[in-house]
């Protein structure tokens, strides 16, 4: 058993609910609801049903699958860019089975199996859902490593953790990698997978969910370019605005898209993630506020004045909810410890109610002569900035159309149907 450490940075929080169990070789991932000096493990766990070694006279596809399973275990899972190149290469030769004219489509089943549900195994002989199964794993993965870059370093030797730049816009890039993978499944994979096996699958690999965990990657990402705003001091108040706004747009689809896609919210992560979901829109909303009333404030008409006092105290009120959210956050399983305050938030925790006081004292006489006013101005509306590049599936291995898929004198479809039949007689 291999064993992968990754902090559980404040503002990340990056469910791995299930990876792949390739044939007779299982990998999977699963959180530890454990923590040594608020360090959350994520363990890598490889189960060989036979254990000797792959032989010449196998096929490819079962060398792949071992290879994957040799990278995880050799380096404790934490070569992230290693297992994404061996699951790119076997995406190259799983490819070959969706395609009707080889003739292999459907005859070899590929086992998953669920730690967070009891070990629930999910068994399907379709090319298709292991390709979804894959490409899931690829995006896991690649929001893995977006949560290592943002996890505080000393670099200097001064004995300061932080988060440079440069790793926070590697992170924005690798959330919206993830978010084009999980875009694609959605788009590009389910369609080609029968309504009768979409009932079987796991609730991660739903459509809503898949949708949800995208969505919520493009919030964290527009979450972390509103830090790296609020730090910039040519940053104008209206972009910061504009990203507040973006940021609480996608926490909003993300939670409702989450809640409404039919899965046990109740079950122990999915709760948690929930949690974590409303907390992050909760904090976007009260920046939305906030910087919403400091542009109204520029005004000159009392109204204004009365409008922004009433957006400051709509951020104060807002922050108090967030704070509860964040406890049920920390609360929900596995409890975490409260994550201390980064990004925007490091800095709008003490602002706004700074501002909310002076400002409240500084109209208060307006407040009293202008009661028709005080209503909360509705938030601009603004179009999502932040999208990812459509994911392509890379080029069919040219093996498929050559003779190297002859094993031993039996072709693969023979071969595919042969290690069926083995696996069913155990």
Same mark, same amino acid.
């Given at each position: 058993?291999?064993?992968?450490?990754?902090?559980?940075?404040?503002?990340?929080?990056?469910? %791995?609910? %299930?990876?792949?169990?390739?044939?007779?070789?299982?990998?999977?991932?699963?959180?530890?609801?454990? @923590?040594?000096?608020?360090?959350?493990?994520?363990?890598?766990?490889?189960?060989?049903?036979?254990?000797?070694?792959?032989?010449?006279?196998?096929?490819?596809?079962?060398?792949?699958?071992?290879?994957?399973? #040799?990278?995880?275990?050799?380096?404790?899972?934490?070569?992230?860019?290693?297992?994404?190149?061996?699951?790119? !290469?076997?995406?190259?030769? #799983?490819?070959?089975?969706?395609?009707?004219?080889?003739?292999?489509?459907?005859?070899?089943?590929?086992?998953?199996?669920?730690?967070?549900?009891?070990?629930?195994?999910?068994?399907?002989?379709?090319?298709?859902?292991?390709?979804?199964?894959?490409?899931?794993?690829?995006?896991?993965?690649?929001?893995?490593?977006? /949560?290592?870059?943002?996890?505080?370093?000393?670099?200097?030797?001064?004995?300061?953790?932080?988060?440079?730049?440069?790793?926070?816009?590697?992170?924005?890039?690798?959330?919206? +990698?993830?978010?084009?993978?999980?875009?694609?499944?959605?788009?590009?994979?389910?369609?080609?997978?029968?309504?009768?096996?979409?009932?079987?699958?796991?609730?991660? %690999?739903?459509?809503?969910?898949?949708?949800?965990?995208?969505?919520?990657?493009?919030?964290?990402?527009?979450?972390?370019?509103?830090?790296?705003?609020?730090?910039?001091?040519?940053?104008?108040?209206?972009?910061?605005?504009?990203?507040?706004?973006? !940021?609480?747009?996608?926490?909003?689809?993300?939670?409702?898209?989450?809640?409404?896609?039919?899965?046990?919210?109740?079950?122990?992560?999915?709760?948690?993630?929930?949690?974590?979901?409303?907390?992050?829109?909760?904090?976007? @909303?009260?920046?939305?506020?906030?910087?919403?009333? #400091?542009?109204?404030?520029?005004?000159?008409?009392?109204?204004?004045?009365?409008?922004?006092?009433?957006?400051?105290?709509?951020?104060?009120?807002?922050?108090?909810?967030? +704070?509860?959210?964040?406890?049920?956050?920390?609360?929900?399983?596995?409890?975490?410890?409260?994550?201390?305050?980064?990004?925007?938030? @490091?800095? %709008?925790?003490?602002?706004?109610? *700074?501002?909310?006081?002076?400002?409240?004292?500084?109209?208060?006489?307006?407040? !009293?002569?202008?009661?028709?006013?005080?209503?909360?101005?509705?938030?601009? /509306?603004?179009?999502?900035?932040?999208?990812?590049?459509?994911?392509?599936?890379?080029?069919?291995?040219?093996?498929? /159309?050559?003779?190297?898929?002859?094993?031993?004198?039996?072709?693969? @479809? *023979?071969?595919?149907?042969?290690?069926?039949? !083995?696996?069913?007689? *155990?």
């Amino acid at each position: 058993m291999a064993i992968l450490t990754c902090p559980l940075h404040p503002g990340t929080f990056i469910a %791995l609910p %299930l990876l792949s169990s390739l044939c007779n070789q299982m990998l999977c991932l699963k959180p530890i609801p454990t @923590k040594k000096n608020g360090v959350h493990y994520f363990y890598i766990c490889c189960w060989k049903e036979e254990e000797e070694e792959c032989p010449r006279s196998r096929d490819r596809l079962s060398c792949l699958r071992n290879q994957i399973v #040799l990278v995880a275990e050799d380096t404790g899972g934490s070569a992230i860019t290693e297992l994404l190149r061996a699951l790119e !290469e076997y995406l190259c030769v #799983l490819i070959g089975l969706t395609k009707k004219e080889y003739g292999v489509e459907g005859l070899i089943q590929f086992k998953w199996k669920n730690l967070e549900d009891g070990r629930h195994e999910t068994c399907i002989a379709n090319s298709w859902f292991e390709v979804l199964s894959v490409v899931h794993l690829m995006a896991m993965l690649t929001l893995l490593e977006a /949560d290592s870059l943002m996890i505080p370093k000393d670099h200097s030797g001064s004995g300061i953790r932080v988060v440079s730049s440069d790793c926070k816009r590697d992170a924005i890039d690798l959330l919206l +990698k993830a978010a084009a993978y999980l875009e694609f499944c959605v788009r590009d994979v389910l369609v080609h997978i029968p309504p009768d096996i979409k009932k079987r699958l796991p609730a991660d %690999l739903q459509d809503g969910v898949l949708e949800a965990i995208s969505i919520q990657a493009l919030g964290q990402g527009t979450e972390i370019q509103l830090g790296l705003a609020v730090e910039c001091q040519k940053a104008t108040l209206s972009v910061k605005r504009r990203l507040a706004c973006e !940021e609480l747009s996608y926490f909003s689809q993300a939670y409702h898209r989450l809640s409404e896609c039919g899965m046990d919210t109740n079950h122990g992560y999915r709760k948690k993630l929930l949690w974590f979901i409303k907390w992050k829109f909760l904090e976007a @909303k009260a920046a939305a506020y906030y910087y919403h009333g #400091l542009i109204l404030d520029k005004g000159n008409e009392p109204s204004c004045h009365v409008s922004a006092v009433c957006c400051f105290l709509a951020a104060e009120e807002i922050l108090s909810e967030c +704070k509860k959210a964040c406890l049920s956050f920390c609360l929900a399983t596995p409890v975490t410890r409260a994550p201390p305050l980064w990004g925007s938030m @490091k800095h %709008l925790q003490q602002k706004i109610p *700074e501002v909310a006081s002076r400002k409240s004292q500084m109209y208060g006489y307006l407040l !009293e002569q202008e009661k028709a006013l005080q209503a909360l101005p509705d938030l601009p /509306d603004f179009q999502l900035s932040l999208r990812p590049d459509d994911y392509q599936l890379p080029e069919i291995d040219p093996a498929w /159309d050559s003779e190297k898929w002859e094993i031993q004198g039996q072709p693969l @479809k *023979e071969h595919l149907k042969d290690s069926e039949d !083995e696996i069913e007689t *155990e």
